[in-house]
């Protein structure tokens, strides 16, 4: 018999994930006394924030909650101030924000996929390290990062905070020409991908499982990303403005950011989420690589989170290549539309790298704010990533792994999930 | 890394360099990691020895340190005068570190525990009020901008390295519009803090017919009543005028002297 195991691990401000929080694991004689995530990051109270502020304020502010998903705190900030007012926005308007909204995706699984991830399985300290060892795919993430961003500049204005996204549309069109180049761009990528499905599929990923449930927008024709009903893989389904019976929010001692649950005591959301709920909705191409990476529905291995953003890769790419058709199929129509305010409320619901995002505004009859709420994917995650961290810690005491196996497998398991922490925290 | 550089025929070191970020979006850090056609160059400008967001290894022996992010804990107290007893040089990086950022728009209510409650409930959660680092030390230069804009930060990281001084535009954001050719934004009924902002950006959002929203701070000179005259003649409600000026907390003691 093996020797029961001791170890005291403190990591605290874990590196390669945005924001700031902390792993504690304590095991005594095999046995897991302390497992726990906790999240340190200090709040903004972005909903205190924007009480009293116009409307027009909301998207800019709130686009300013993350740096990584900027675009898509934007759109639901956007959204929920729309339906609030009764507007629809334009057929053009929908593809071009789906557009911009696939940009970010890319954008961002690619830089978690490659400069976050890919150290780990690649025994590097950082993506700055593989420069030297791997320049090729360091190249190959540069380049696939570079399009996405140029596509965010294209359609946003800017890859980050975007600048022409506003309540009624967009401030300006992209330039034909060069939506023409983009999709070319797009196309020439899809190469790249499948190299980097080639990349990940060689990595070995750890075998550790435990079921939960998966909380998503529901597809309706097509893979979803902005608005709709909203859907659990325990069956629930919910209409977007009832979203707080998906959420739940919750305060925990040892975080300052909050937690969610609906029907079990902790749930996911996220690329896996996505993948797992609307398996069927994805592009043939991004199935076919899912495949190849052995990703079925439903899984239960936290680590597939990985390969899921890589299928989404491929389904972004391909669905992006559709609407620059759609959009250069047709004549440019008015690019934004008159905002008439009025008192209500309304629910933005979009599916962003990290999993689904809610923003739900309440309106005075000058349009000015008068409550918010946003509930952020990362915050979803935490009870979660807490409760994967106990179940995998115990499994790696049962099988007497060293200090430093159970410190890497805890680092690269929250990883895995792409926390959002500051944002979460917001 | 040891290799000998040289610029005008003298030795150029690869200084240690830190990222840190306090209460923050991170995006300012996460635009070091964009403009991808030259990222790999301007990696190599600098030794990163401490970059949480990127990467595992930690060291705390480092000349240059870039700080995101504005002060509203405790604890960014205690760790931002470390991070200056240790830095040569220290760098405030976008308007959260330089002016508060949004952030500081908490401020205005003056009631921090209707801010708390507002959003944790009765739950306790530990905050004070926003400020900017300069407010607690020494800061040696700032780089402007939510988010910062990349160019310019490769054009000051270069300088810092060769040793040149840094100087940011005296004039207004209003200059390169103009320069840029774009059609004024009063004449299309946008309010625009072009004329008072200071330059750098290259008019980023004018260009993409947004009005400016401040996020540099005031240029020199900015004549702010003047500003106000010009939305009137406009017929812009001063609360757009307003809610930009506060946005970023880089007019906070210039708006002090405006009427409401």
Same mark, same amino acid.
């Given at each position: 018999?093996?020797?029961?195991?001791?170890?005291?691990?403190?990591?605290?401000?874990?590196?390669?994930?945005?924001?700031?929080?902390?792993?504690?694991?304590?095991?005594?004689?095999?046995?897991?006394?302390?497992?726990s995530?906790?999240?340190?990051?200090?709040?903004? !109270?972005?909903?205190?924030?924007?009480?009293?502020?116009?409307?027009?304020?909301?998207?800019?502010?709130?686009?300013?909650?993350?740096?990584?998903?900027?675009?898509?705190?934007?759109?639901?900030?956007?959204?929920?101030?729309?339906?609030?007012?009764?507007?629809?926005?334009?057929?053009?308007?929908?593809?071009?924000?789906?557009?911009?909204?696939?940009?970010e995706?890319?954008? &961002?699984?690619?830089?978690?996929?490659y400069?976050?991830?890919?150290?780990?399985?690649?025994?590097?300290? &950082?993506?700055?390290?593989?420069?030297?060892?791997?320049? +090729?795919?360091?190249?190959?993430?540069a380049?696939?990062?570079?399009?996405?961003?140029?596509?965010?500049?294209?359609?946003?204005?800017?890859?980050?905070?975007?600048?022409?996204?506003?309540?009624?549309?967009?401030?300006?069109?992209?330039?034909?020409?060069?939506?023409?180049?983009?999709?070319?761009?797009?196309?020439?990528?899809?190469?790249?991908?499948?190299?980097?499905?080639?990349?990940?599929?060689?990595?070995?990923?750890?075998? !550790?499982?435990?079921?939960?449930? !998966?909380?998503?927008?529901?597809?309706?024709?097509?893979?979803?990303?902005?608005?709709?009903? %909203?859907?659990?893989?325990?069956?629930?389904?919910? +209409?977007?403005?009832?979203?707080?019976?998906?959420?739940?929010?919750?305060?925990v001692?040892?975080?300052?950011?909050?937690?969610?649950?609906?029907?079990?005591?902790?749930?996911?959301?996220?690329?896996?989420?996505?993948?797992?709920?609307?398996?069927?909705?994805?592009?043939?191409?991004?199935? +076919?690589?899912?495949?190849?990476?052995? %990703?079925?529905?439903?899984?239960?291995?936290?680590?597939?989170?990985?390969?899921a953003?890589?299928? +989404?890769?491929?389904h972004?790419?391909?669905?992006?290549?559709?609407?620059?058709?759609?959009l250069?199929?047709s004549?440019?129509?008015?690019?934004?539309?008159?905002?008439?305010?009025?008192?209500?409320?309304?629910?933005?619901?979009?599916?962003?790298?990290?999993?689904?995002?809610?923003?739900w505004?309440?309106?005075?009859?000058?349009?000015?704010?008068?409550?918010?709420?946003?509930?952020?994917?990362?915050s979803?995650?935490?009870?979660?990533?807490?409760?994967?961290?106990?179940?995998?810690?115990?499994?790696?005491?049962?099988?007497?792994?060293?200090?430093?196996?159970?410190?890497?497998?805890?680092?690269?398991?929250?990883?895995?999930?792409?926390?959002?922490?500051?944002?979460?925290?917001? | 890394m040891?290799?000998?550089?040289?610029?005008?025929? @003298?030795?150029?070191?690869?200084?240690?360099?830190a990222?840190?970020?306090?209460?923050?979006?991170?995006?300012?850090?996460?635009?070091?990691?964009?403009?991808?056609?030259?990222?790999? #160059?301007?990696?190599?400008? /600098?030794? @990163?020895v401490?970059?949480?967001?990127?990467?595992s #290894?930690?060291? =705390?022996?480092?000349?240059?340190?870039?700080?995101?992010?504005?002060?509203?804990?405790?604890?960014?107290?205690?760790?931002?005068?470390?991070?200056?007893q240790?830095?040569?040089?220290?760098?405030?990086?976008?308007?959260?570190?330089?002016?508060?950022?949004?952030?500081?728009?908490?401020?205005?209510f003056?009631n921090?525990?209707?801010?708390?409650?507002? /959003?944790?409930? #009765?739950?306790?959660?530990?905050?004070?009020?926003?400020?900017?680092?300069?407010?607690?030390?020494?800061?040696?230069?700032?780089?402007?901008?939510?988010?910062?804009?990349?160019?310019?930060v490769?054009?000051i990281?270069?300088?810092?390295?060769?040793?040149?001084?840094?100087?940011?535009?005296?004039?207004?954001?209003?200059?390169?519009?103009?320069?840029?050719? =774009? @059609?004024?934004?009063? =004449?299309?009924?946008?309010?625009?803090?072009?004329?008072?902002?200071?330059?750098?950006?290259?008019?980023?959002?004018?260009?993409?017919?947004?009005?400016?929203?401040?996020?540099?701070?005031?240029?020199?000179?900015? =004549?702010?009543?003047?500003?106000?005259?010009?939305m009137d003649?406009?017929?812009i409600?001063?609360?757009?005028?307003?809610?930009?000026?506060?946005?970023?907390?880089?007019?906070?003691?210039?708006?002090?002297?405006?009427?409401?």
């Open positions: 018999m093996r020797n029961a195991i001791n170890c005291d691990i403190k990591i605290k401000h874990l590196t390669r994930v945005e924001g700031h929080g902390n792993i504690r694991i304590l095991i005594k004689d095999g046995q897991v006394k302390k497992a995530w906790d999240v340190v990051e200090t709040p903004r !109270f972005f909903e205190a924030i924007l009480v009293g502020k116009q409307w027009e304020n909301a998207p800019v502010l709130c686009g300013r909650i993350c740096g990584i998903c900027s675009i898509g705190h934007t759109l639901a900030s956007i959204r929920a101030t729309e339906k609030a007012f009764g507007m629809v926005p334009s057929m053009q308007t929908e593809r071009l924000r789906l557009l911009l909204k696939h940009m995706t890319l954008q &961002s699984h690619i830089l978690h996929l400069f976050l991830i890919a150290p780990d399985f690649l025994g590097a300290d &950082s993506a700055i390290e593989l420069i030297k060892t791997h320049t +090729e795919e360091i190249q190959r993430a380049r696939l990062k570079l399009l996405a961003n140029d596509g965010g500049d294209l359609v946003g204005g800017r890859r980050l905070h975007p600048i022409r996204t506003v309540v009624g549309g967009f401030t300006m069109l992209p330039d034909r020409r060069k939506l023409a180049t983009l999709r070319q761009r797009l196309y020439a990528a899809l190469p790249d991908l499948n190299k980097t499905a080639d990349l990940f599929g060689s990595f070995t990923i750890p075998d !550790f499982f435990r079921e939960t449930e !998966f909380v998503s927008l529901q597809a309706n024709g097509s893979y979803p990303f902005i608005g709709g009903q %909203l859907m659990s893989s325990d069956g629930v389904v919910k +209409e977007e403005e009832d979203y707080l019976a998906m959420t739940n929010e919750y305060m001692d040892h975080s300052t950011s909050k937690w969610s649950k609906l029907s079990r005591k902790s749930m996911a959301v996220g690329a896996l989420a996505r993948v797992n709920n609307n398996f069927t909705a994805l592009h043939p191409s991004a199935r +076919e690589i899912a495949g190849q990476l052995g %990703l079925q529905p439903i899984s239960y291995n936290p680590f597939m989170n990985n390969f953003q890589l299928v +989404e890769c491929v972004v790419v391909q669905d992006s290549i559709l609407l620059i058709d759609e250069l199929g004549d440019w129509q008015e690019s934004r539309q008159q905002v008439i305010p009025i008192a209500g409320h309304g629910t933005g619901a979009v599916e962003v790298p990290r999993g689904i995002l809610y923003h505004y309440q309106f005075d009859g000058d349009g000015r704010i008068t409550k918010a709420d946003c509930v952020i994917p990362t979803q995650n935490n009870g979660n990533i807490h409760h994967d961290i106990k179940a995998m810690v115990q499994e790696l005491a049962d099988q007497g792994k060293t200090d430093h196996e159970i410190r890497l497998l805890a680092e690269m398991l929250v990883r895995a999930y792409d926390p959002c922490i500051s944002c979460s925290v917001h | 040891q290799k000998i550089r040289t610029y005008l025929g @003298i030795e150029i070191k690869y200084p240690k360099t990222f840190f970020e306090l209460s923050s979006c991170e995006g300012c850090q996460l635009q070091i990691l964009n403009k991808e056609a030259t990222l790999l #160059n301007f990696l190599d400008l /600098v030794e @990163i401490n970059f949480r967001e990127v990467m #290894n930690r060291s =705390n022996d480092y000349e240059i340190a870039f700080v995101e992010g504005s002060v509203t804990r405790a604890d960014e107290v205690t760790q931002l005068l470390e991070i200056r240790q830095a040569k040089t220290l760098v405030a990086l976008g308007s959260c570190a330089c002016f508060g950022g949004v952030n500081q728009l908490k401020n205005r003056q921090l525990e209707w801010v708390k409650k507002e /959003v944790y409930g #009765n739950h306790p959660i530990e905050t004070q009020e926003v400020r900017p680092l300069s407010d607690f030390v020494t800061v040696d230069f700032s780089i402007y901008g939510c988010p910062v804009k990349k160019e310019e490769e054009e990281v270069t300088n810092l390295v060769l040793g040149k001084s840094i100087e940011h535009p005296r004039y207004p954001v209003c200059m390169e519009c103009t320069a840029n050719g =774009n @059609i004024c934004l009063f =004449n299309l009924g946008e309010p625009c803090l072009g004329p008072v902002t200071r330059a750098g950006c290259d008019a980023w959002c004018p260009n993409n017919r947004m009005g400016c929203w401040g996020c540099r701070g005031p240029a020199d000179d900015a =004549n702010l009543r003047q500003l106000q005259k010009i003649d406009h017929n409600p001063r609360q757009a005028m307003f809610d930009r000026l506060e946005c970023f907390g880089g007019f906070t003691s210039a708006m002090k002297e405006m009427d409401r």
